[in-house]
């Protein structure tokens, strides 16, 4: 069982937004601003799309966003595209050293 | 290009030991820290390692400490992690990772299969 917990699936037609959530507790999503998130296509290696909550890497679309409220953080996607359908992982740092991710959330586009 | 690639993956029954790699190119290993995530079938992500750039802090997950050992090549621009008394429960895709001081990894590789079955 992931450490935090994301909805296994989530979808949306082209053009629209999707939001997706990653809850914790306070010792690790509510408790620090390291909240990252992945976007992983099928045999690929995972891909960095949010890191310290909100922030974006330098060329990552600036559909994606990310906020966190108490002990949950979500990934908005705007503008929905094809090449958005992907499994999309958060994690957190989770004092003492550790890390956790969640059990990621496959995206849909219709 | 940043690049990473795992390799020493393999099918070895419960007990045995197996040796991953992790090969660096397009950037110089030395300033960062570097991970090792894995993740089982159907499962999702979970992070086991982590070193910082001069192996001065080197943290494992309790599912993995005691049998793991992570260790680093600067000169070699590679990243190692052996492991121990292999189980069942070990077997994931195993990805290294470049790593932001254990928060947040920007380039990862395409990762590498380990089986532990009998």
């Known amino acids: 069982q992931s450490a935090l917990t994301q909805p296994p699936s989530a979808s949306g037609s082209p053009g629209q937004s999707v939001t997706i959530s990653c809850t914790g507790t306070s010792s690790d999503v509510g408790g620090y601003n390291y909240v990252s998130w992945y976007q992983q296509h099928p045999g690929k290696a995972p891909k960095l799309m949010i890191y310290?909550?909100?922030k974006r890497p330098s060329g990552v679309p600036d559909r994606f966003s990310g906020s966190k409220s108490g002990n949950t953080a979500s990934l908005t996607v705007s503008g929905l595209q094809a090449e958005d359908e992907a499994s999309y992982f958060c994690?957190?740092?989770?004092?003492?050293?550790?890390?956790?991710f969640g059990g990621g959330t496959k995206l849909t586009v219709l | 290009e940043v690049q990473l690639v795992e390799s020493g993956g393999g099918l070895v029954q419960p007990g045995e030991s197996l040796r991953l790699s992790c090969a660096a190119s397009g950037f110089t290993i030395s300033p960062y820290g570097m991970i090792w995530v894995r993740q089982a079938p159907g499962e999702g992500l979970e992070w086991i390692s982590y070193?910082?750039?001069?192996?001065?802090?080197?943290y494992y997950a309790d599912s993995v400490k005691g049998r793991f050992t992570v260790s680093r090549d600067n000169a070699k621009n590679t990243l190692d992690l052996q492991m121990n008394s292999l189980r069942a429960e070990d077997t994931a895709v195993y990805y290294c990772a470049r790593d932001r001081a254990n928060t947040y990894s920007d380039y990862w590789g395409q990762g590498s299969l380990v089986t532990v079955s009998s």
């Open positions: 070193i910082n750039g001069v192996s001065s802090a080197i």
């Open positions: 310290d909550v909100s």
């Open positions: 994690s957190s740092y989770a004092g003492n050293n550790n890390r956790v």
